[in-house]
């Protein structure tokens, strides 16, 4: 049904077709005209994907008509994933394309700072220092310069520190610092070589009653620096009220799961000032700006003209506005250059070339290539209306090649014709641009200052056309993409992308041994182009033996893969280190995996990383073979169970029944397994039996909103939910319950086996408990009490249950050694 809904939603008003050029309707086109006239920005700011009041986005953008623009400190890298596995950067590469997805329904644009989500702060300090809070705040005003808002509005406080995500505040305080910095020429002087310096006029923070602790004290707070307005109207022509555009934007956020139920009628937002005037009109957000085209000199005509043409706009012929629109452009090239120059002149033409009708396409041969790689281009220019058109010229952007044509587009007449272009050497493989170099636990290395900011990298390739319209020639560009057409599906598109000559990956990401036999590394080569010939080989840390020592690879077609398979033995004593494999041709070495991301509601995301793998020497025992997993939100903890010997079963709905649960030695529970999957709710009972029956059933970590059992009955005994976490991966552990069998059998656990853990300790640990639970571990963050709930243990029957909340999802596919020993206790418990 959403995917129906979207589809509707994208023919009706908002987006593109199938990532391909973007659709539009008279409706836009007449919502497009009417923002001419509005001259007004605004940026909102917060720390995260999701942070975002989409509500107030799409009303900025879409009832007011103002530039708006939200600035996401991070790219959400630290989070969770619930429609797959990816984690750290190549999630925050999701969530960034989520996020575009958004603005694309709401209207709004979208930046980023540098800062790294690094994983859940409890304090801005720490945050701050993690992130280099100089830096991040140089972002914060390198966007405020570039964007220009007249108003800036923070999602969160920037004074109760503590009382909330260390990001979330951080967010705040920055951009409350930043608005007195960004109008001085000694603040941050060398980002003047590319922008100017910019005042914004207002400073709101967008509150609610949730900041003040409930509805009763909000209704009693003095309210003097407070606005309201009611960002639910209702938009007759694309019948929809805001909070419903707001609600479909918000659950593009799919990895996290923000898909609700669609708000209708007068929704009230509240926005305080913190910084310049309070308006009188306390109903307009802009009140005392001027928004009009009187605010560039000699403007004020084109305002009156764009009006007349809002007036006589034919919906049943849109290209009747072409001759107006045509002349609007050419009295802004008149103007002096400015900010609102630019964006309003790229404005017009994209409206000019909307009423024409124009279907304008460049599609690639293939959706890849190579350095010196020769590709055929296939041009489509299709003019739907009566509106003259020529077209004059196509070059692609970088490349030699450039076509004069002047063509007259005739209306509904098909153009196609095609050009080869050779991929240039000088071309940069495509790759999100913030991971192309190594960067830090809390900021991402980019180098180039003109960079910072931007929500993706360029295109891979663009082509550049320019198009005679009433005697005045209009410039154009539109994205290299490479079409496919399904016999299901019907035409898609993805975008062109540059890569590699080869891609070289370790299947797997982390390689445990758990004793001195030799194993085999699987090593996948895949080719970027026609006839790769090389040799294969793996960089090895001291200690550690392959055999054979390379493999001669032969790939004759491109995107042929073929997969080597190395034996590697370990040292005899227990070891960590990384491994990488090269390919090395013609005395060049590549190293670089070429990773794809296919989610429908995003565009494939083409990303070149440094191929490694963590190999990992361990002692450890552990009792029982046979595992049965029910998958959750998705995490990489079965690979990792079959790393050290384990056989693991993924158990679907119809798996889960007494008969096939019993030949297991356990079952473990995936993360969330009981926030997003609907028939937990009928198996819990079969699982309660099987733990009653001599099993033993392992939890991981729920969240207490969303259940899909009664929270008492989530365990065999009661016990409750929070939110509370050890964010902390260094923070000390104390070992509770120091005999308990799973702190000895089969192996001895020590304070020692929770050294260099990733990211955090846990989250959503329990906070009271029956007494026939054990709590086997105890830690806490800085200044905090002690957390015991994130391991908990249970005899059940003839079984044991065992809820945890540590961060297994994290530390076992991140080869953390104590972890394996640990779960391995867990998964033993009983077995003698």
């Given at each position: 049904?959403?995917?129906?809904?979207?589809?509707?939603?994208?023919l009706?008003?908002?987006?593109?077709?199938?990532?391909?050029?973007?659709?539009?309707?008279?409706?836009?086109?007449?919502?497009?005209?009417?923002?001419?006239?509005?001259?007004?920005?605004?940026?909102?700011?917060?720390?995260?994907?999701?942070?975002?009041?989409?509500?107030?986005?799409?009303?900025l953008?879409?009832?007011?008509?103002?530039?708006?623009?939200?600035?996401?400190?991070?790219?959400?890298?630290?989070?969770?994933?619930?429609?797959?596995?990816?984690?750290?950067?190549?999630?925050?590469?999701?969530?960034?394309?989520?996020?575009?997805?958004?603005?694309?329904?709401?209207?709004?644009?979208q930046?980023?700072?540098?800062?790294?989500?690094?994983g859940?702060?409890?304090?801005?300090?720490?945050?701050?220092?993690?992130?280099?809070?100089?830096?991040?705040?140089?972002?914060?005003?390198?966007?405020i310069?570039?964007?220009?808002?007249?108003?800036?509005?923070?999602?969160?406080?920037?004074?109760?520190?503590?009382?909330t995500?260390?990001?979330?505040?951080?967010?705040?305080?920055?951009?409350?610092?930043?608005?007195?910095?960004?109008?001085?020429?000694k603040?941050?002087?060398?980002?003047?070589?590319?922008?100017?310096?910019?005042?914004?006029?207002?400073?709101?923070?967008?509150?609610?009653?949730?900041?003040?602790?409930?509805?009763?004290k909000?209704?009693?707070?003095?309210?003097?620096?407070?606005?309201?307005?009611?960002?639910?109207?209702?938009?007759?022509?694309?019948?929809?009220?805001?909070?419903?555009?707001?609600?479909?934007?918000?659950?593009?956020?799919?990895?996290?799961?923000?898909?609700?139920?669609?708000?209708?009628?007068?929704q009230?937002?509240?926005?305080?000032?913190?910084?310049?005037?309070?308006?009188?009109n306390?109903?307009?957000?802009?009140?005392?700006?001027n928004?009009?085209?009187?605010?560039?000199?000699?403007?004020?005509?084109?305002?009156?003209?764009?009006?007349k043409?809002?007036?006589n706009?034919?919906?049943?012929?849109?290209?009747?506005?072409?001759?107006?629109?045509?002349?609007?452009?050419?009295m802004?090239?008149?103007?002096?250059?400015?900010?609102?120059?630019?964006?309003?002149?790229?404005?017009?033409?994209?409206?000019?070339?909307?009423?024409t009708?124009?279907?304008?396409?460049?599609?690639a041969?293939?959706?890849?290539?190579?350095?010196?790689?020769?590709?055929?281009l296939?041009?489509?220019?299709?003019?739907?209306?009566?509106?003259?058109?020529?077209?004059l010229?196509?070059?692609?952007?970088?490349?030699?090649?450039?076509?004069?044509l002047?063509?007259?587009?005739?209306?509904?007449?098909?153009?196609k014709?095609?050009?080869?272009?050779t991929?240039?050497?000088?071309?940069?493989?495509?790759?999100?641009?913030?991971?192309n170099?190594?960067?830090?636990?809390?900021?991402?290395?980019?180098?180039?200052?003109?960079?910072?900011?931007?929500?993706?990298?360029?295109?891979?390739?663009?082509?550049?056309?320019?198009?005679?319209?009433?005697?005045?020639?209009?410039?154009?560009?539109?994205?290299?993409?490479?079409?496919?057409?399904?016999p299901?599906?019907?035409?898609?598109?993805?975008?062109?992308?540059?890569?590699?000559?080869?891609?070289?990956?370790?299947?797997d990401?982390?390689?445990?041994?758990?004793?001195q036999?030799?194993?085999?590394?699987e090593?996948?080569?895949?080719?970027?182009?026609?006839?790769?010939?090389?040799?294969?080989?793996?960089?090895?840390?001291?200690?550690?033996?392959?055999?054979?020592?390379h493999?001669?690879?032969?790939?004759?077609?491109?995107?042929?893969?073929?997969?080597?398979?190395?034996?590697?033995t370990?040292?005899?004593?227990?070891?960590?280190?990384?491994?990488?494999?090269?390919?090395?041709?013609?005395?060049?070495?590549f190293v670089?995996?070429v990773?794809l991301?296919?989610?429908e509601?995003?565009?494939?995301?083409?990303?070149?990383?440094?191929?490694?793998?963590?190999?990992?020497?361990?002692?450890i025992?552990?009792?029982?073979?046979?595992?049965?997993?029910?998958?959750?939100?998705?995490?990489?903890?079965?690979?990792?169970?079959?790393?050290?010997?384990?056989?693991v079963?993924?158990?679907?709905?119809?798996?889960?029944?007494?008969?096939?649960?019993?030949?297991?030695?356990?079952?473990?529970?995936?993360?969330?397994?009981?926030?997003?999957?609907?028939?937990?709710?009928?198996?819990?009972?079969?699982?309660?039996?099987?733990?009653?029956?001599?099993?033993?059933?392992?939890?991981?970590?729920?969240?207490?909103?969303r259940l899909?059992?009664?929270?008492?009955?989530?365990?065999?005994?009661?016990?409750?939910?929070?939110?509370?976490?050890?964010?902390?991966?260094?923070?000390?552990?104390?070992?509770?319950a120091?005999?308990?069998?799973?702190?000895?059998?089969p192996?001895?656990?020590?304070?020692?086996?929770?050294?260099?853990?990733?990211?955090?300790?846990?989250?959503?640990?329990?906070?009271?408990?029956?007494?026939?639970?054990?709590?086997?571990?105890s830690?806490?963050?800085?200044?905090?009490?002690?957390?015991?709930?994130?391991?908990?243990?249970?005899?059940?029957?003839?079984?044991?249950?065992?809820?945890?909340?540590?961060?297994?999802?994290?530390?076992l596919?991140?080869?953390?050694?104590?972890?394996?020993?640990?779960?391995?206790?867990?998964?033993?418990?009983?077995?003698?």
């Open positions: 049904m959403k995917k129906i809904l979207f589809s509707l939603i994208a009706l008003y908002f987006t593109s077709s199938s990532f391909g050029q973007e659709q539009w309707n008279s409706a836009k086109i007449h919502h497009g005209i009417k923002k001419l006239n509005f001259l007004g920005s605004a940026l909102y700011v917060a720390a995260h994907p999701d942070d975002e009041n989409t509500r107030l986005i799409s009303y953008s879409n009832y007011e008509q103002a530039n708006t623009a939200y600035l996401s400190l991070t790219r959400g890298d630290g989070g969770q994933n619930l429609i797959g596995t990816e984690l750290k950067e190549l999630l925050g590469v999701i969530r960034t394309q989520e996020l575009l997805a958004a603005r694309k329904l709401d209207g709004g644009k930046f980023f700072t540098r800062a790294n989500d690094f859940y702060s409890k304090h801005p300090d720490e945050t701050l220092a993690i992130w280099n809070k100089q830096e991040v705040l140089a972002d914060v005003v390198w966007t310069r570039n964007f220009k808002p007249d108003i800036i509005i923070n999602r969160f406080k920037h004074d109760t520190p503590g009382s995500h260390g990001h979330h505040t951080s967010s705040a305080v920055l951009s409350y610092e930043a608005f007195d910095l960004v109008g001085s020429q603040s941050f002087p060398e980002q003047l070589k590319y922008t100017d310096v910019w005042q914004p006029k207002r400073l709101y923070m967008n509150t609610s009653w949730w900041f003040y602790g409930s509805r009763e909000f209704a009693e707070a003095d309210k003097t620096r407070m606005l309201s307005v009611d960002a639910g109207v209702y938009y007759p022509h694309i019948g929809m009220s805001n909070g419903e555009i707001a609600m479909i934007s918000r659950a593009q956020h799919r990895c996290q799961g923000m898909g609700r139920a669609l708000n209708r009628g007068s009230t937002e509240y926005l305080e000032v913190l910084k310049g005037e309070v308006p009188t306390k109903e307009d957000i802009f009140d005392g700006i928004t009009t085209w009187s605010r560039l000199k000699g403007g004020a005509p084109i305002g009156t003209k764009v009006e043409i809002i007036s706009f034919n919906f049943e012929a849109p290209s009747k506005s072409v001759p107006a629109l045509v002349e609007v452009y050419q802004i090239e008149k103007l002096s250059d400015s900010h609102w120059k630019k964006i309003k002149k790229d404005e017009v033409a994209a409206l000019i070339r909307a009423c009708g124009l279907y304008a396409s460049v599609t041969s293939s959706y890849s290539a190579v350095k010196g790689e020769e590709i055929e296939t041009y489509e220019f299709t003019n739907r209306s009566d509106a003259g058109l020529e077209l010229d196509v070059s692609v952007s970088g490349y030699e090649k450039d076509s004069t002047n063509l007259v587009l005739n209306a509904d007449e098909e153009n014709f095609y050009t080869k272009v991929i240039p050497q000088s071309a940069s493989i495509s790759n999100p641009y913030w991971l170099e190594k960067g830090s636990l809390g900021m991402y290395a980019v180098k180039d200052q003109k960079e910072r900011g931007h929500p993706e990298s360029p295109s891979a390739m663009t082509v550049a056309y320019n198009l005679k319209i009433k005697n005045v020639k209009i410039p154009y560009t539109t994205t290299v993409n490479y079409k496919s057409v399904d299901v599906d019907g035409e898609s598109f993805r975008p062109f992308v540059i890569i590699p000559e080869v891609s070289v990956g370790i299947v990401n982390v390689i445990i041994f758990a004793d036999a030799e194993k085999e590394v090593v996948k080569v895949q080719a970027g182009k026609k006839g790769v010939e090389g040799k294969l080989s793996l960089a090895l840390p001291a200690g550690w033996k392959s055999n054979p020592s493999f001669d690879i032969s790939l004759s077609k491109k995107e042929e893969t073929q997969n080597f398979k190395f034996k590697l370990p040292p005899k004593t227990e070891s960590e280190a990384s491994l990488q494999a090269i390919v090395e041709i013609g005395g060049k070495k670089d995996e990773i991301i296919d989610y509601h995003i565009p494939v995301q083409t990303i070149s990383l440094p191929n490694s793998a963590k190999i990992v020497k361990l002692s025992e552990k009792k029982g073979s046979k595992i049965g997993y029910i998958m959750g939100a998705g995490d990489k903890i079965p690979e990792s169970l079959k790393q050290i010997g384990y056989e079963i993924l158990l679907e709905d119809a798996d889960i029944t007494p008969e096939n649960l019993k030949t297991f030695d356990a079952v473990i529970c995936g993360i969330r397994a009981y926030n997003t999957r609907e028939k937990m709710k009928f198996h819990q009972s079969k699982l309660m039996d099987y733990v009653k029956n001599g099993g033993t059933y392992i939890v991981q970590y729920n969240t207490a909103h899909k059992v009664k929270s008492e009955e989530l365990g065999p005994y009661p016990f409750k939910l929070s939110r509370e976490r050890v964010a902390d991966e260094y923070a000390a552990v104390t070992l509770l120091k005999e308990h069998p799973i702190l000895n059998e192996n001895k656990i020590t304070e020692k086996d929770f050294e260099n853990w990733v990211q955090e300790r846990g989250l959503y640990f329990p906070t009271e408990w029956d007494d026939k639970y054990t709590a086997i571990l830690s806490h963050d800085l200044g905090e009490p002690d957390r015991n709930g994130g391991l908990l243990v249970s005899e059940f029957g003839e079984g044991y249950y065992i809820y945890t909340g540590y961060s297994w999802f994290r530390e596919p991140a080869g953390v050694p104590g972890a394996f020993r640990l779960f391995a206790n867990m998964i033993s418990i009983g077995k003698d």
